[in-house]
């Protein structure tokens, strides 16, 4: 029998290979960054409305903010608002976020042709789904 010798590697082929295995340690290690660091939970939506009520033309605009501060993302995101004169609800109004990732936030605005500071305003997230 005869041993067949293992041909030296070149300096260029070490180099190479420490490269490899660099990007390879780093992806492994930015994977695993990501599993730990991951929320695994579902999304925690609130709604706030803003200070500034402003009236044009008789109608009045109540801007308003949602924010995700859950883990996953939300789809179809419902904003409620109702508001009540005198205890009792004089209009509503719905609104849609299409698209809410985690930390993500969204602006909008309701429109009423009641003013808002004669009365109650709720508003409120009324759904969402999971994409």
Do not use: H
Not at 22 to 33: K, N, P, Q, R
Not at 38 to 61: A, D
Not at 67 to 83: P, R
Request: charged share 20%; net charge negative.
């Amino acid at each position: 029998m005869t041993k067949t010798e293992q041909p030296k590697r070149s300096i260029a082929e070490w180099i190479t290979f420490s490269i490899a295995l660099f990007i390879v340690a780093i992806i492994v290690s930015l994977v695993g960054y990501t599993w730990l660091n991951e929320k695994n939970q579902p999304p925690i939506l609130s709604v706030t409305k803003k200070q500034t009520i402003r009236e044009v033309n008789g109608q009045f605009y109540v801007p308003f903010e949602v924010v995700n501060s859950g883990g996953d993302t939300a789809e179809s995101v419902q904003i409620m608002a109702e508001l009540l004169i005198n205890g009792k609800v004089t209009e509503t109004g719905e609104q849609q976020i299409d698209f809410l990732s985690s930390g993500e936030s969204e602006e909008g605005a309701f429109i009423f042709s009641q003013n808002p500071r004669q009365g109650q305003l709720n508003l409120r997230v009324g759904s969402y789904k999971l994409p």
